[in-house]
């Protein structure tokens, strides 16, 4: 009787190895993209405040704006940004320039829009309202 249990004993063994081992490339290959989708949304904010920061985007000259885009994006992230300025005239803003960088947007993965808002000031009076708008995407 002995025999028996033990034998029993090592083929339920076994068999919970086998299963587990059949397990592993099914664990290791789920999909990590919401993680990374979250890592992407951090970053693209951060990179946008660090231009907001440096007055990047305030002078509104497209190269300097592309130029720390890709220095400060991380590498593998597709994205496209937008600035609008407004002329305040009187009590009004009226839109004075568009800088746009990046290509479109695709509509078949998941893709992060953010929008931040940014004044100028010439001394202590506003002289400019600007919008940035950016969407970040994995290739």
Known sequence: MKGYIFSLDALLAMLLFISSAALLPVLFSLDEQPSTSLISINEANDVVNVLLKNNVVQGMIKQDIQKQLVKLM??????????????????????????????????????????????????????????????????
């Open 74 to 139: 991380p590498k593998g992230l597709k994205n496209r940004v937008e600035v609008k300025t407004y002329t305040k005239a009187g009590s009004t803003f009226t839109l004075s320039q568009t800088v746009t960088i990046g290509g479109a947007v695709p509509g078949n993965t998941f893709v992060y829009k953010g929008k931040k808002f940014f004044l100028t000031f010439s001394g202590k009076r506003i002289s400019r309202y600007g919008e940035i708008d950016y969407w970040v995407w994995m290739p």
